[in-house]
């Protein structure tokens, strides 16, 4: 079994909508979990921390239930500019484990 | 500016070639990491170091070489590859496991070298 399991889309969206990705994880002593954005032919980058009671940046919710080991990443309001690649990290000591990712397109 | 620097951005490399890939991080992190990236897969985690102590060699065939002279700079030592060890090669730092930053900061990742192998 997959260390971090994410449903590889594509989700393609029209601008303003809200959409949603999940993601499960297979080790329940997995210690900290993050979202990351790729873009096309770029680097990884942060995108948020997910904490334990859930959290929020702006346009974007972060939740964490540990004891379903899932993760979800929720964006309001879509934008052109979320279009990407959203790949789930879950990190258990010095290991980062990733998943596949999600692509996420923005359709005008 | 990510404050992880990774060169070349692009390497066509033939089967019989020896090169390297380099990587500087400016961050105060003191793990370092290398990553393959290949079309439709998870990145794939090659090797850890820790204050400089490999930590983690994650079956990684024996033409890819690691080196990690401090904890600022990582090498990738290639030679005789293959085609299919064609990638983007990701170097990562963070700060090391059970530190408070790492929740808020995870990885920082550098661009990737683009390899070719012909």
């Known amino acids: 079994r997959k260390e971090v399991e994410q449903d590889p889309g594509p989700f393609n969206v029209p601008e303003g909508a809200t959409v949603a990705f999940n993601c499960t994880y297979s080790?329940?002593?997995?210690?900290?979990f993050f979202w990351y954005r790729q873009d096309c032919r770029k680097e990884p980058k942060l995108l948020m921390s997910v904490y334990s009671s859930g959290n929020e940046d702006g346009r974007f919710t972060a939740q964490l239930n540990r004891a379903s080991q899932y993760i979800s990443l929720l964006i309001r309001d879509s934008k052109l500019s979320d279009s990407a690649t959203y790949l789930c990290?879950?990190?258990?000591?010095?290991?980062?484990?990733f998943g596949t990712g999600t692509s996420l397109t923005v359709i005008p | 500016e990510t404050g992880v620097t990774q060169t070349p951005r692009h390497l066509v490399m033939g089967m019989t070639n020896k090169k390297s890939l380099k990587c500087e991080q400016h961050?105060?992190?003191?793990?370092m990491y290398w990553y393959k990236q290949s079309a439709k897969k998870p990145l794939e985690l090659m090797f850890v170091?820790?204050?400089?102590?490999?930590?983690e060699n994650n079956s990684v065939p024996s033409r890819f070489s690691p080196e990690c002279p401090n904890s600022s700079h990582l090498f990738l030592h290639l030679h005789t590859l293959q085609p299919e060890d064609s990638a983007l090669y990701l170097c990562?730092?963070?700060?090391?496991?059970?530190?408070?930053?790492?929740?808020?900061?995870?990885?920082?990742f550098g661009s990737g070298t683009r390899l070719t192998v012909v």
């Open positions: 990562a730092s963070s700060q090391a496991s059970g530190t408070a930053n790492l929740l808020n900061y995870g990885y920082t």
């Open positions: 170091y820790n204050f400089k102590e490999q930590t």
């Open positions: 080790n329940s002593a997995s210690q900290s």
């Open positions: 961050l105060g992190h003191n793990a």
């Open positions: 990290v879950v990190n258990k000591g010095p290991q980062f484990y």
